[in-house]
């Protein structure tokens, strides 16, 4: 399919799930959203791979090491991808600003006609991206199904994979966490529904802000390993802060305490997007395209994990179960940079 045709085809499933939601029905509803699961998976992984590889390419035209460049262009990107939440929450608040149990019916299909339009235009964008040389670019070809399975699953051959995975999972947790327990538990109880887009905007400028600055500092392995230790740091106060001492709490403190986490936990988030992102190119250059398969994967398995059990689950375990999470992942990672240093010494 190749990675820009793989970022339109992929892009059409948020574009027919946001129409949808214009109709909400359940013969509107379930088609989209079955739909949608099968092109965000498409999406993400031609972003990676279309990313990574225009990455890699602008490095070797330029002699510029790969390292800082991959670094650069994921902190460039999901930067601007995360300034989307700020954005999109800021027209949400004003759009629904009226509505205490979420706005009405027609500040809601404004809403989505609002979002529906920015769709079009990003997917007329897309189509202008320049074409990537697939074989300049190392992208594989498969004679057969068995022969692209077989590509898929290599991956989860190599060590460093198999390492890289628990913290993969755990980038799905916190990203759920903050939209099916942050938003729910924890803003909505002192701020209000209406204020839910207040708070994901804050989240999502600390989300900005950090991707870039976490994108240009990056410049190996070593870097990524201090980054990921600076927002795992900051994510485990907040989880240990909510867990032992929070309280719902009223005044001018009690609102600004949601706020506050909120930015922290965007912190983390901007850490692990660009980090993973840039891990993946460096160690599986080879097999990108396989590479970011997996992220999307165990991303969304996590993500699917966190929305199941949030209904039926407690904050304080849906706390233990993120801290948890966060503890094996850390030490996977760690454990993951001391694998690669220590064959990089060896190696002749």
């Avoid at 964008?125 to 199904?145: G, I, Q, W």
Wanted: hydrophobic share 55%; net charge positive; glycine share 10%.
């Amino acid at each position: 399919m190749g990675s820009r045709r793989a970022l339109v085809v992929g892009t059409s499933g948020y574009l027919l799930f946001i129409a949808a939601n214009l109709a909400p029905s359940w013969y509107t509803m379930v088609p989209a959203s079955l739909y949608l699961g099968f092109t965000a998976s498409i999406i993400w992984v031609g972003q990676g791979t279309y990313l990574t590889s225009a990455a890699l390419s602008h490095a070797r035209e330029n002699n510029f090491p790969e390292g800082p460049t991959l670094g650069s262009f994921n902190g460039e990107f999901w930067g601007m991808f995360a300034s989307t939440q700020v954005i999109g929450n800021l027209i949400s608040l004003a759009l629904l600003r009226n509505g205490k149990d979420g706005g009405s019916v027609t500040g809601k299909n404004l809403l989505f006609a609002v979002f529906l339009g920015f769709m079009i235009v990003g997917i007329v964008l897309m189509c202008l991206l320049s074409k990537r040389d697939e074989k300049r670019d190392n992208a594989p070809t498969h004679s057969s199904f068995g022969a692209m399975l077989k590509y898929i699953v290599a991956p989860l051959k190599d060590r460093r994979m198999l390492l890289t995975i628990p913290l993969i999972a755990y980038s799905g947790l916190q990203q759920a966490f903050v939209w099916a327990v942050f938003t729910k538990s924890i803003v909505t109880p002192v701020l209000g529904i209406s204020g839910v887009g207040g708070a994901m905007a804050i989240y999502g400028a600390a989300d900005v802000v950090c991707s870039l600055v976490a994108g240009r500092l990056t410049s190996g392995l070593r870097s990524a390993a201090f980054i990921v230790s600076v927002g795992a740091i900051l994510q485990a106060v907040v989880l240990f802060w909510l867990l032992l001492f929070y309280s719902p709490t009223a005044g001018l403190l009690g609102a600004a305490i949601p706020l506050f986490i909120g930015a922290l936990w965007g912190v983390g988030d901007g850490v692990l997007n660009t980090q993973l992102s840039a891990l993946l190119g460096l160690l599986f250059e080879d097999v990108k395209e396989a590479a970011f398969a997996q992220l999307k994967v165990w991303q969304s398995g996590a993500i699917a994990v966190i929305f199941f059990l949030s209904p039926s689950i407690t904050l304080q375990a849906m706390l233990i179960l993120m801290t948890t999470g966060l503890f094996i992942s850390f030490g996977s990672f760690l454990f993951l940079t001391l694998v690669v240093e220590k064959s990089s010494t060896v190696r002749p």
